[in-house]
């Protein structure tokens, strides 16, 4: 059964009430808060017709009801007005962000400021190298046998290995090889480097070949290998803003997740370009998250996804608020990273 406007306009004040006091919510505060333009009895009406078609149930000590998670989904989906951020905040997120002094402090700033704005848990991942390019190759000679390769990535991720050359190996040759290794592999994805690098050995000058052999499969190990992904956490403090009413009374299953870092990457770092995907209690698929909504979009410089961040909160969550921030917190650090 489809609903109408008012039963719709119902729902979402509903929603709103909620949200703002935590209270179930009655017909006769809806008229007196909401310009609705019917009577209590109507309200109750159609909030009767709610409860049936599952948007909405009565908790057992209380006359007023509160929405479910399919309530909430079909007010994300539908019915919640966009709240965009205000100039002031806008600026605030601005230079928070901008005075990070590298990679490490990006991710830090970003957590604590989408904890402290959406005043919940917030997680963001560290940008993955494998979906990373690559920005530069510098190798340091440290004796005549023996390197420090360092390649930088274009997110700013850091990668440094030894490399042990099979004989000593003059300076000149050292520029040769850096010039060689940059020349192909800069501009290119990390996923796509391993051609790139085999072929390095062939196209080098018969004198440098031994070096290069080494170095490559240096190259190798450092591009291509599997890279442990990091996470950031911050603002678990949050789940206990209003007691612990919005989780049936137990916080116990959702530190557990919190703590397991994979279960972190899958909440996050399973995002596509330019979306942003909105969990609802029962559409989490971990179950230790049933009680908990996430909000979680992708980042990175230009179109180029690197990483994921979001919030993770109860159900009862301000959506368009937190979507909002969420959506402007991951532009802004997109646009750092292209910057740097």
């Known amino acids: ?19 703002a006091t935590q209270e179930p919510v009655g017909s006769r505060a809806l008229v007196e808060r909401h310009q609705l333009g019917v009577s209590p009895a109507t309200v109750r009406n159609d909030m009767a017709v709610l409860e049936e078609e599952g948007y909405i149930r009565q908790p057992h000590t209380s006359a007023g009801r509160v929405p479910t998670d399919l309530g909430y989904r079909l007010f994300v989906d539908r019915l919640s007005r966009v709240k965009p951020l205000s100039p002031a905040e806008r600026r ?17 700033r970003t957590v604590r400021l989408l904890a402290q704005l959406t005043r919940q848990v917030a997680v963001v991942q560290y940008p993955s190298l494998a979906r990373s390019t690559v920005r530069h190759l510098e190798l340091v000679p440290l004796s005549t046998t023996r390197l420090m390769l360092v390649m930088i990535a274009d997110t700013g991720r850091v990668e440094q290995r030894l490399v042990e050359l099979p004989a000593p190996t003059p300076a000149d ?37 031994p070096a290069m052999t080494t170095l490559s499969t240096v190259l190798l190990e450092t591009l291509v290998e599997r890279h442990e992904e990091r996470i950031a956490l911050a ?13 049936e009374g137990t916080l116990r299953p959702i530190l557990e997740a919190l703590e397991e870092e994979v279960v972190l990457l899958k909440l996050i770092g399973e995002v596509e370009p330019s979306t942003l995907r909105v969990r609802i209690g029962d559409e989490n698929e971990i179950d230790n998250l049933r009680a908990a ?9 230009g179109a180029t996804i690197v990483g994921g961040l979001g919030v993770l909160g109860p159900t009862r969550m301000d959506y368009p608020g937190t979507i909002a921030t969420v959506r402007a917190v991951a532009r802004y650090v997109g646009e750092l990273l292209a910057q740097n």
Do not use: C, W
């Open 293 to 301: 909504s996430v909000v979680s979009t992708g980042y990175g410089p």
């Open 1 to 19: 059964m489809g609903l109408d406007d008012r039963k719709l306009a119902v729902l979402r004040a509903i929603v709103e009430d909620y949200v």
């Open 92 to 108: 605030a997120i601005e230079r928070f962000l901008a005075g990070a002094v590298d990679l490490d402090d990006v991710v830090y």
């Open 235 to 247: 603002g678990t403090a949050n789940l206990t803003r209003n007691g612990l009413l919005d989780f």
């Open 173 to 209: 040759d050292v520029t040769d090889l850096r010039r060689l290794v940059n020349d192909k592999l800069v501009g290119t994805r990390l996923s796509d480097t391993p051609p790139l690098v085999q072929a390095l050995v062939e196209e080098s000058a018969p004198h440098l070949r």
